[in-house]
Protein backbone atom coordinates (compact mmCIF):
# COMPACT_ATOMS: atom_id res chain seq x y z
CA UNK A 1 0.00 0.00 0.00
CA UNK A 2 1.34 3.20 -1.31
CA UNK A 3 1.45 6.75 1.05
CA UNK A 4 -0.18 9.50 -0.90
CA UNK A 5 -1.93 12.73 0.31
CA UNK A 6 -5.42 12.74 -0.25
CA UNK A 7 -7.38 16.26 -1.74
CA UNK A 8 -10.55 16.18 -0.74
CA UNK A 9 -13.45 18.44 -2.32
CA UNK A 10 -15.54 19.57 -0.04
CA UNK A 11 -16.72 22.99 -1.03
CA UNK A 12 -20.35 22.84 -2.47
CA UNK A 13 -23.02 24.30 -1.25
CA UNK A 14 -25.37 21.65 -1.29
CA UNK A 15 -28.49 23.80 -2.11
CA UNK A 16 -30.74 20.79 -2.87
CA UNK A 17 -30.41 19.34 0.75
CA UNK A 18 -32.27 22.52 1.78
CA UNK A 19 -30.39 22.81 4.60
CA UNK A 20 -27.86 25.75 6.16
CA UNK A 21 -25.67 22.88 7.16
CA UNK A 22 -22.64 22.70 4.83
CA UNK A 23 -23.85 19.16 2.58
CA UNK A 24 -20.76 17.04 3.41
CA UNK A 25 -21.56 17.53 7.29
CA UNK A 26 -24.70 15.70 6.98
CA UNK A 27 -24.26 12.28 8.33
CA UNK A 28 -24.26 8.69 7.51
CA UNK A 29 -24.28 6.23 9.93
CA UNK A 30 -23.92 9.03 12.64
CA UNK A 31 -20.91 10.08 10.76
CA UNK A 32 -20.16 13.47 8.33
CA UNK A 33 -19.96 12.52 4.45
CA UNK A 34 -16.90 13.98 4.24
CA UNK A 35 -14.78 12.10 7.00
CA UNK A 36 -15.95 8.46 5.57
CA UNK A 37 -14.01 9.59 2.70
CA UNK A 38 -11.27 10.97 4.81
CA UNK A 39 -11.34 7.71 6.67
CA UNK A 40 -11.32 5.74 3.47
CA UNK A 41 -8.26 7.71 2.41
CA UNK A 42 -6.47 7.14 5.56
CA UNK A 43 -7.20 3.43 5.90
CA UNK A 44 -5.67 2.93 2.14
CA UNK A 45 -2.63 5.05 3.17
CA UNK A 46 -3.59 8.37 2.97
CA UNK A 47 -0.13 10.31 5.16
CA UNK A 48 -1.97 14.10 4.78
CA UNK A 49 -5.24 15.11 3.77
CA UNK A 50 -6.27 18.55 2.51
CA UNK A 51 -10.16 19.47 2.26
CA UNK A 52 -11.40 21.88 0.64
CA UNK A 53 -13.74 24.06 2.50
CA UNK A 54 -16.48 27.20 1.30
CA UNK A 55 -15.65 30.65 2.45
CA UNK A 56 -15.82 30.73 5.97
CA UNK A 57 -18.01 27.96 7.04
CA UNK A 58 -17.40 27.77 10.59
CA UNK A 59 -19.14 24.49 11.09
CA UNK A 60 -16.20 22.92 9.67
CA UNK A 61 -13.62 24.17 12.82
CA UNK A 62 -15.60 21.09 15.10
CA UNK A 63 -14.98 18.52 12.09
CA UNK A 64 -13.29 15.86 13.73
CA UNK A 65 -10.81 13.49 11.33
CA UNK A 66 -8.85 9.95 11.51
CA UNK A 67 -5.91 12.13 10.57
CA UNK A 68 -4.13 15.55 10.65
CA UNK A 69 -6.01 17.60 7.95
CA UNK A 70 -5.13 21.03 6.33
CA UNK A 71 -8.27 22.88 5.03
CA UNK A 72 -8.56 25.39 2.14
CA UNK A 73 -11.40 27.94 1.46
CA UNK A 74 -12.45 28.14 -2.14
CA UNK A 75 -13.61 31.75 -2.51
CA UNK A 76 -14.82 31.82 -5.95
CA UNK A 77 -16.75 28.68 -7.68
CA UNK A 78 -14.59 27.89 -10.90
CA UNK A 79 -14.58 24.24 -11.22
CA UNK A 80 -12.97 20.91 -9.62
CA UNK A 81 -9.40 22.03 -10.76
CA UNK A 82 -9.80 25.33 -9.16
CA UNK A 83 -10.82 23.56 -6.31
CA UNK A 84 -7.71 21.17 -5.84
CA UNK A 85 -5.33 24.17 -6.81
CA UNK A 86 -6.51 25.89 -3.11
CA UNK A 87 -4.16 23.53 -1.78
CA UNK A 88 -1.50 24.77 -4.25
CA UNK A 89 1.19 25.56 -0.80
CA UNK A 90 0.77 22.00 0.92
CA UNK A 91 0.78 20.28 -2.67
CA UNK A 92 4.07 22.20 -3.54
CA UNK A 93 6.09 20.89 -0.54
CA UNK A 94 5.55 17.32 -1.03
CA UNK A 95 5.94 15.19 -3.54
CA UNK A 96 3.72 11.98 -2.66
CA UNK A 97 0.94 10.78 -4.88
CA UNK A 98 -2.08 13.04 -4.81
CA UNK A 99 -5.68 11.09 -4.69
CA UNK A 100 -8.23 14.20 -5.31
CA UNK A 101 -11.49 12.71 -4.01
CA UNK A 102 -15.24 14.18 -3.61
CA UNK A 103 -16.31 14.64 -0.07
CA UNK A 104 -20.08 13.91 -0.86
CA UNK A 105 -19.24 9.95 -1.75
CA UNK A 106 -19.52 8.12 1.78
CA UNK A 107 -19.48 4.92 0.58
CA UNK A 108 -15.73 4.61 -1.36
CA UNK A 109 -13.90 1.74 0.18
CA UNK A 110 -10.42 1.72 0.81
CA UNK A 111 -9.43 -0.79 -1.22
CA UNK A 112 -10.64 1.02 -3.98
CA UNK A 113 -8.56 4.36 -3.64
CA UNK A 114 -5.33 2.05 -2.46
CA UNK A 115 -6.05 0.40 -6.09
CA UNK A 116 -5.47 4.15 -7.42
CA UNK A 117 -3.01 5.03 -5.54
CA UNK A 118 -1.11 1.96 -6.35
CA UNK A 119 -0.93 2.73 -10.36
CA UNK A 120 0.62 6.01 -9.46
CA UNK A 121 3.70 3.57 -7.52
CA UNK A 122 3.38 1.17 -10.22
CA UNK A 123 4.53 3.47 -12.90
CA UNK A 124 1.30 5.51 -13.90
CA UNK A 125 1.68 9.14 -14.03
CA UNK A 126 -2.04 9.77 -13.53
CA UNK A 127 -4.94 7.31 -13.02
CA UNK A 128 -8.76 7.82 -13.42
CA UNK A 129 -11.66 5.77 -11.52
CA UNK A 130 -14.59 4.76 -13.39
CA UNK A 131 -17.38 3.04 -13.08
CA UNK A 132 -20.65 1.17 -15.18
CA UNK A 133 -23.78 3.31 -14.74
CA UNK A 134 -26.62 2.07 -14.45
CA UNK A 135 -28.25 5.26 -15.88
CA UNK A 136 -25.04 7.57 -17.04
CA UNK A 137 -26.97 10.81 -17.31
CA UNK A 138 -25.50 13.82 -15.80
CA UNK A 139 -22.00 11.83 -15.17
CA UNK A 140 -18.56 12.71 -17.13
CA UNK A 141 -17.64 9.80 -19.84
CA UNK A 142 -14.65 8.22 -20.09
CA UNK A 143 -13.78 8.34 -23.98
CA UNK A 144 -11.90 5.35 -24.55
CA UNK A 145 -9.91 4.09 -27.97
CA UNK A 146 -10.49 0.82 -29.70
CA UNK A 147 -7.42 -0.87 -26.95
CA UNK A 148 -9.31 0.43 -24.15
CA UNK A 149 -7.00 2.95 -22.91
CA UNK A 150 -8.01 6.12 -21.41
CA UNK A 151 -7.65 9.28 -24.00
CA UNK A 152 -10.44 11.65 -22.35
CA UNK A 153 -13.06 12.41 -19.68
CA UNK A 154 -15.88 14.46 -21.59
CA UNK A 155 -18.41 16.32 -19.20
CA UNK A 156 -22.13 15.52 -19.83
CA UNK A 157 -23.07 18.63 -21.22
CA UNK A 158 -20.26 19.02 -23.37
CA UNK A 159 -20.38 15.55 -24.66
CA UNK A 160 -21.92 14.45 -27.96
CA UNK A 161 -24.60 12.10 -28.69
CA UNK A 162 -22.56 9.24 -29.39
CA UNK A 163 -20.48 10.00 -26.18
CA UNK A 164 -23.56 10.42 -24.05
CA UNK A 165 -24.19 6.61 -25.51
CA UNK A 166 -20.97 5.85 -23.14
CA UNK A 167 -22.21 4.19 -20.13
CA UNK A 168 -17.80 4.01 -18.76
CA UNK A 169 -18.23 6.88 -16.18
CA UNK A 170 -15.70 8.90 -14.42
CA UNK A 171 -16.15 8.71 -10.71
CA UNK A 172 -14.84 11.33 -9.54
CA UNK A 173 -12.01 10.21 -8.11
CA UNK A 174 -8.15 10.88 -10.01
CA UNK A 175 -4.46 10.35 -8.86
CA UNK A 176 -1.85 12.08 -9.73
CA UNK A 177 2.23 12.18 -9.33
CA UNK A 178 3.22 14.48 -6.83
CA UNK A 179 5.42 16.07 -9.20
CA UNK A 180 3.09 16.82 -11.81
CA UNK A 181 -0.12 17.53 -10.84
CA UNK A 182 0.47 21.72 -10.76
CA UNK A 183 2.05 21.38 -13.61
CA UNK A 184 -0.83 19.41 -15.37
CA UNK A 185 -3.54 21.94 -13.77
CA UNK A 186 -1.48 24.59 -14.53
CA UNK A 187 -2.73 24.23 -18.08
CA UNK A 188 -6.73 23.64 -17.72
CA UNK A 189 -8.53 25.88 -19.06
CA UNK A 190 -12.08 26.65 -19.24
CA UNK A 191 -13.60 26.55 -22.77
CA UNK A 192 -16.55 24.67 -21.85
CA UNK A 193 -20.13 25.20 -21.78
CA UNK A 194 -19.93 25.93 -17.91
CA UNK A 195 -17.10 28.49 -18.06
CA UNK A 196 -15.31 26.07 -15.20
CA UNK A 197 -12.08 24.79 -14.87
CA UNK A 198 -11.88 20.74 -15.11
CA UNK A 199 -10.41 18.71 -13.09
CA UNK A 200 -11.23 16.16 -15.80
CA UNK A 201 -9.33 17.72 -18.41
CA UNK A 202 -5.97 16.90 -17.38
CA UNK A 203 -6.93 13.62 -19.10
CA UNK A 204 -6.00 15.03 -22.69
CA UNK A 205 -3.47 17.60 -21.09
CA UNK A 206 -1.12 14.29 -20.10
CA UNK A 207 -1.70 12.51 -22.84
CA UNK A 208 -0.73 15.15 -25.03
CA UNK A 209 2.88 15.29 -22.73
CA UNK A 210 3.15 11.10 -23.62
CA UNK A 211 2.25 11.02 -20.22
CA UNK A 212 1.17 7.12 -19.03
CA UNK A 213 -2.71 7.34 -17.55
CA UNK A 214 -4.58 4.49 -16.07
CA UNK A 215 -7.77 3.87 -15.58
CA UNK A 216 -9.67 1.44 -13.06
CA UNK A 217 -13.14 0.36 -12.33
CA UNK A 218 -15.24 -0.02 -9.33
CA UNK A 219 -18.53 -0.75 -8.09
CA UNK A 220 -21.56 2.52 -8.71
CA UNK A 221 -22.76 2.04 -5.82
CA UNK A 222 -18.88 3.20 -4.27
CA UNK A 223 -19.34 6.65 -5.93
CA UNK A 224 -23.06 7.41 -5.17
CA UNK A 225 -22.73 11.00 -4.47
CA UNK A 226 -25.10 12.70 -2.24
CA UNK A 227 -26.90 16.13 -3.03
CA UNK A 228 -30.48 15.59 -1.60
CA UNK A 229 -31.97 14.34 1.10
CA UNK A 230 -33.18 11.25 -0.87
CA UNK A 231 -29.63 10.21 -1.80
CA UNK A 232 -28.53 10.47 1.26
CA UNK A 233 -31.10 8.25 2.82
CA UNK A 234 -30.00 5.80 -0.25
CA UNK A 235 -26.62 6.16 0.90
CA UNK A 236 -27.01 5.39 4.28
CA UNK A 237 -29.13 2.23 3.30
CA UNK A 238 -26.57 0.85 1.69
CA UNK A 239 -24.05 1.68 4.75
CA UNK A 240 -26.42 -0.33 6.54
CA UNK A 241 -26.43 -3.07 4.73
CA UNK A 242 -22.65 -3.48 4.49
CA UNK A 243 -22.66 -2.72 8.19
CA UNK A 244 -25.21 -5.49 8.65
CA UNK A 245 -23.16 -7.70 6.80
CA UNK A 246 -20.09 -7.18 8.52
CA UNK A 247 -21.72 -7.55 12.09
CA UNK A 248 -22.67 -11.38 10.71
CA UNK A 249 -19.79 -12.16 8.97
CA UNK A 250 -17.99 -11.78 11.81
CA UNK A 251 -20.63 -14.42 13.71
CA UNK A 252 -23.09 -12.24 15.01
CA UNK A 253 -26.70 -13.25 14.57
CA UNK A 254 -29.49 -10.88 13.54
CA UNK A 255 -32.73 -11.80 13.79
CA UNK A 256 -34.45 -9.35 11.41
CA UNK A 257 -30.84 -7.58 10.06
CA UNK A 258 -33.10 -5.02 7.91
CA UNK A 259 -34.65 -3.52 11.13
CA UNK A 260 -30.91 -3.48 12.60
CA UNK A 261 -29.26 0.20 12.43
CA UNK A 262 -25.15 0.92 13.08
CA UNK A 263 -23.32 3.41 14.04
CA UNK A 264 -19.71 3.53 11.74
CA UNK A 265 -18.04 2.76 14.93
CA UNK A 266 -20.28 -0.09 16.37
CA UNK A 267 -18.11 -2.95 17.46
CA UNK A 268 -19.96 -6.49 17.62
CA UNK A 269 -18.31 -9.54 19.30
CA UNK A 270 -19.11 -13.17 18.03
CA UNK A 271 -21.91 -15.10 18.97
CA UNK A 272 -24.04 -12.02 19.88
CA UNK A 273 -27.57 -12.15 19.35
CA UNK A 274 -29.58 -8.73 18.52
CA UNK A 275 -32.90 -9.65 18.16
CA UNK A 276 -35.10 -6.98 15.81
CA UNK A 277 -35.37 -2.67 15.79
CA UNK A 278 -31.95 -2.31 17.95
CA UNK A 279 -30.01 0.93 17.34
CA UNK A 280 -27.11 1.26 17.99
CA UNK A 281 -25.94 4.52 18.04
CA UNK A 282 -22.10 5.95 18.21
CA UNK A 283 -19.24 4.31 20.60
CA UNK A 284 -21.03 1.16 21.04
CA UNK A 285 -18.77 -1.80 22.22
CA UNK A 286 -20.23 -5.23 22.63
CA UNK A 287 -18.28 -7.84 23.75
CA UNK A 288 -18.71 -11.72 23.16
CA UNK A 289 -22.01 -13.64 23.84
CA UNK A 290 -24.40 -10.43 24.23
CA UNK A 291 -28.19 -10.84 23.94
CA UNK A 292 -29.67 -7.55 22.81
CA UNK A 293 -33.77 -8.31 22.98
CA UNK A 294 -36.12 -5.69 20.70
CA UNK A 295 -36.58 -2.44 20.56
CA UNK A 296 -33.01 -1.47 22.58
CA UNK A 297 -31.13 1.93 22.11
CA UNK A 298 -27.26 2.28 22.84
CA UNK A 299 -25.07 4.92 22.41
CA UNK A 300 -21.56 5.53 24.23
CA UNK A 301 -21.88 2.28 26.15
CA UNK A 302 -19.67 -1.09 26.80
CA UNK A 303 -21.79 -4.21 27.41
CA UNK A 304 -19.67 -6.90 28.99
CA UNK A 305 -18.96 -10.54 27.94
CA UNK A 306 -22.72 -12.67 28.35
CA UNK A 307 -24.58 -9.80 29.27
CA UNK A 308 -28.26 -9.70 28.74
CA UNK A 309 -29.90 -6.40 27.88
CA UNK A 310 -33.16 -5.23 27.07
CA UNK A 311 -36.19 -5.87 25.78
CA UNK A 312 -36.93 -2.06 25.62
CA UNK A 313 -33.64 -0.97 26.80
CA UNK A 314 -31.96 2.86 26.79
CA UNK A 315 -28.29 2.91 27.21
CA UNK A 316 -26.78 6.53 27.27
CA UNK A 317 -23.22 7.45 26.68
CA UNK A 318 -20.60 6.77 30.14
CA UNK A 319 -22.20 3.12 30.32
CA UNK A 320 -20.23 0.15 31.09
CA UNK A 321 -21.50 -3.20 31.87
CA UNK A 322 -18.92 -5.98 33.51
CA UNK A 323 -19.68 -9.29 32.18
CA UNK A 324 -22.68 -11.47 33.18
CA UNK A 325 -25.02 -8.04 33.56
CA UNK A 326 -28.84 -8.56 33.25
CA UNK A 327 -30.61 -5.38 32.15
CA UNK A 328 -34.07 -5.74 31.63
CA UNK A 329 -36.81 -4.02 29.75
CA UNK A 330 -37.54 -0.17 30.22
CA UNK A 331 -34.37 0.12 32.10
CA UNK A 332 -32.20 3.45 31.49
CA UNK A 333 -29.02 3.42 32.09
CA UNK A 334 -26.67 6.48 31.69
CA UNK A 335 -22.51 7.63 32.56
CA UNK A 336 -22.98 4.49 35.22
CA UNK A 337 -20.76 1.53 35.90
CA UNK A 338 -22.54 -1.76 36.81
CA UNK A 339 -20.54 -4.37 37.96
CA UNK A 340 -20.13 -8.69 37.27
CA UNK A 341 -23.43 -10.40 37.65
CA UNK A 342 -25.72 -7.28 38.72
CA UNK A 343 -29.29 -7.19 37.43
CA UNK A 344 -31.03 -4.37 36.64
CA UNK A 345 -34.39 -5.91 35.31
CA UNK A 346 -37.61 -3.91 35.57
CA UNK A 347 -38.48 -0.24 35.33
CA UNK A 348 -35.45 1.73 36.62
CA UNK A 349 -33.45 4.31 36.13
CA UNK A 350 -29.54 4.28 37.00
CA UNK A 351 -27.74 7.74 36.62
CA UNK A 352 -24.39 8.67 37.40
CA UNK A 353 -23.74 5.61 39.66
CA UNK A 354 -22.01 2.34 40.57
CA UNK A 355 -23.57 -0.86 40.86
CA UNK A 356 -21.58 -3.55 42.30
CA UNK A 357 -21.16 -6.63 41.65
CA UNK A 358 -24.19 -9.33 42.49
CA UNK A 359 -26.04 -6.57 43.41
CA UNK A 360 -29.92 -6.72 42.48
CA UNK A 361 -31.88 -3.83 41.63
CA UNK A 362 -35.57 -4.02 42.34
CA UNK A 363 -38.06 -2.92 39.89
CA UNK A 364 -39.11 0.86 39.88
CA UNK A 365 -35.17 2.14 41.16
CA UNK A 366 -34.26 5.26 40.31
CA UNK A 367 -31.10 7.04 41.11
CA UNK A 368 -32.25 11.03 41.71
CA UNK A 369 -28.74 12.38 40.55
CA UNK A 370 -29.70 15.89 39.30
CA UNK A 371 -30.98 18.46 41.68
CA UNK A 372 -31.15 20.68 38.91
CA UNK A 373 -28.17 22.51 39.10
CA UNK A 374 -25.29 19.36 39.31
CA UNK A 375 -24.97 16.01 39.08
CA UNK A 376 -24.30 13.79 41.68
CA UNK A 377 -23.08 10.36 42.21
CA UNK A 378 -24.47 7.11 43.76
CA UNK A 379 -22.24 4.32 44.70
CA UNK A 380 -23.64 0.74 45.64
CA UNK A 381 -21.75 -2.08 46.72
CA UNK A 382 -21.50 -5.80 46.14
CA UNK A 383 -23.77 -7.82 46.37
CA UNK A 384 -26.19 -5.15 47.78
CA UNK A 385 -30.19 -5.59 47.25
CA UNK A 386 -32.70 -2.79 46.60
CA UNK A 387 -36.14 -3.30 47.02
CA UNK A 388 -38.90 -2.43 44.38
CA UNK A 389 -40.59 1.08 43.90
CA UNK A 390 -36.81 2.94 45.82
CA UNK A 391 -35.65 6.10 45.12
CA UNK A 392 -31.59 6.55 46.18
CA UNK A 393 -30.69 10.37 46.29
CA UNK A 394 -27.54 11.25 45.04
CA UNK A 395 -24.80 12.14 46.91
CA UNK A 396 -25.18 8.80 48.27
CA UNK A 397 -23.64 5.58 49.17
CA UNK A 398 -24.84 2.10 49.72
CA UNK A 399 -22.27 -0.46 51.04
CA UNK A 400 -21.65 -4.05 50.37
CA UNK A 401 -24.55 -6.42 51.29
CA UNK A 402 -26.73 -3.57 52.41
CA UNK A 403 -30.76 -3.81 52.16
CA UNK A 404 -33.06 -1.47 50.98
CA UNK A 405 -36.42 -2.03 52.13
CA UNK A 406 -39.14 -1.68 49.04
CA UNK A 407 -40.69 1.86 48.36
CA UNK A 408 -37.35 3.71 50.64
CA UNK A 409 -36.56 6.85 49.60
CA UNK A 410 -33.11 7.41 51.07
CA UNK A 411 -31.04 9.90 51.49
CA UNK A 412 -28.10 9.18 53.62
CA UNK A 413 -25.25 6.55 53.59
CA UNK A 414 -26.11 3.14 54.38
CA UNK A 415 -23.88 1.31 56.42
CA UNK A 416 -22.23 -2.71 54.71
CA UNK A 417 -24.94 -5.48 55.45
CA UNK A 418 -26.89 -2.39 57.25
CA UNK A 419 -31.30 -3.07 56.43
CA UNK A 420 -32.57 0.60 55.86
CA UNK A 421 -36.24 1.70 55.61
CA UNK A 422 -38.09 4.69 55.52
CA UNK A 423 -41.57 4.05 55.27
CA UNK A 424 -44.25 5.33 57.41
CA UNK A 425 -46.26 3.20 59.55
CA UNK A 426 -49.21 1.31 58.10
CA UNK A 427 -52.42 1.76 59.20
CA UNK A 428 -55.61 0.07 59.45
CA UNK A 429 -58.90 1.15 59.91
CA UNK A 430 -61.48 -1.82 60.94
CA UNK A 431 -64.27 -1.93 58.43
CA UNK A 432 -63.83 1.37 56.56
CA UNK A 433 -63.96 -0.17 53.02
CA UNK A 434 -67.24 -1.59 54.00
CA UNK A 435 -68.37 1.53 55.27
CA UNK A 436 -67.70 3.33 52.20
CA UNK A 437 -69.15 1.06 49.98
CA UNK A 438 -72.77 1.53 51.76
CA UNK A 439 -72.21 5.15 51.87
CA UNK A 440 -71.72 4.73 47.81
CA UNK A 441 -74.66 2.55 47.37
CA UNK A 442 -77.06 4.87 49.16
CA UNK A 443 -76.03 7.72 47.43
CA UNK A 444 -76.64 6.03 43.84
CA UNK A 445 -79.70 4.64 45.02
CA UNK A 446 -81.22 8.18 46.54
CA UNK A 447 -80.09 9.84 42.87
CA UNK A 448 -82.27 7.40 40.55
CA UNK A 449 -85.60 8.34 42.82
Known amino acids: MAGFNAVVLAAGQGTRMKSALPKVLHQVGGLPLVAHVVKAAADAGAESCFVIVPPDAREFDALRLPIAARFF??????????AVLQARPALETSSLPVVVLCGDTPLVTPDSLARLSDAIANGADMAVMGFKARDPQGYGRLITDASGALLAIREHKDATEEERAITLCNAGILAFRGDLILSLLDRIGNDNAQREFYLTDAVEIARARGLRVACEIIDEDEVRGVNTRAQLAEAEAI????ARAAAMAGGATLIAPETVTFSHDTVIGQDVVIEPNVIFAGGVVIEDGVTIRGFSHLEGARVGRGSSIGPFARFRP???LEAGVHVGNFVELKASHVGEGAKVNHLSYIGDAHV??????????????YDGYKKYKTDIG????????SSLVAPVTIGDGAYIGSGSVISEDVPPHALALTRAP??????????????????KAASTK
Do not use: M, P
Not at 356 to 369: F, R, S, V
Not at 382 to 389: P, Q, R, T
Not at 426 to 443: T, Y
Open 239 to 242: FQRR
Open 318 to 320: GTV
Open 356 to 369: GAKTNIGAGTITCN
Open 426 to 443: QVHKDEWAKRKRARADAE
Open 382 to 389: AGAFIGSN
Open 73 to 82: EQRDRLGTAH
